[in-house]
């Protein structure tokens, strides 16, 4: 059965830090989709982004990055320089037999940006 | 662009009372699903849909029905409404195999 994992429940930065929300995930399946999504104080759920199994290169788009790791069934999110925008809960999903099975989300860590 | 439209965004209800929670896409996706959110807990599946005709569970389908006799639409039944049943009800859409997942704002239900 899938499984997503996010150990950390909330985490609090000053503004210009760098942060890493950390995802573990759970799957028998070779074929599999990873995300994540964004949702700001204003409730919105908001895609971040989508990697399958096969693509174990890291992405960047501005300010975060993503690193996969198939060995250690991780999905992490770095935050570059931080701003006080980028405080809201991230949620890490994971859907299998080749992204046609429901995402499973993890229980979300909340990421709180201090001025 | 409408994207996926839920309504009410609001509503209280008492015990025991039925309402439906709408839901409406406008991208001509597949694939329709129902997630609620619970403080500490995430977001879980309620039902799905991969297409009109066909509705599956998810992993916290009790005291709710699902049917989808279109495309667009995707309604959330509360037969018989439990103060368990507070949260806030999400409704998604996608393209199979994997679309990238577009929610709706999001219903707050209170049930008293």
């Known amino acids: 059965a899938q499984k997503v994992t996010q150990a950390q429940t909330e985490i609090s930065v000053v503004e210009k830090e760098d942060v890493t929300l950390d995802c573990v995930y759970e799957t028998r399946d070779t074929t599999y989709y990873l995300f994540w999504y964004k949702q700001p104080p204003s409730g919105e759920l908001v895609f971040l982004i989508r990697?399958?199994?096969?693509?174990?290169q890291n992405e960047i788009s501005g300010r975060y990055s993503w690193n996969f790791q198939k060995s250690t069934s991780s999905f992490n999110f770095t935050i570059t320089a931080s701003q006080v925008v980028d405080s809201a809960v991230y949620f890490c999903?994971?859907?299998?037999?080749?992204?046609?099975?429901?995402?499973?989300f993890g229980k979300g860590t909340r990421l709180s940006v201090i001025a | 662009n409408a994207g996926v439209t839920q309504t009410p965004k609001f509503q209280v209800l008492k015990t025991g009372q039925s309402m439906t929670l709408q839901c409406a896409q406008d991208m001509n996706h597949e694939y329709m699903s129902w997630y609620r959110q619970d403080p500490g807990m995430g977001l879980r599946l309620i039902h799905y849909s991969v297409g009109a005709g066909i509705t599956d569970q998810g992993e916290v389908p009790n005291g709710y029905n699902v049917s989808r006799s279109t495309t667009e639409d995707f309604p959330l039944r509360l037969l018989s409404a439990a103060p368990s049943q507070t949260s806030v009800y999400f409704c998604?859409?996608?393209?199979?195999?994997?679309?990238?997942?577009?929610f709706g704002e999001g219903s707050r239900l209170t049930v008293l």
């Open positions: 990697r399958n199994s096969f693509d174990e």
């Open positions: 998604a859409s996608s393209q199979l195999g994997p679309g990238e997942l577009f």
């Open positions: 999903a994971l859907s299998e037999n080749s992204g046609n099975t429901p995402l499973v």
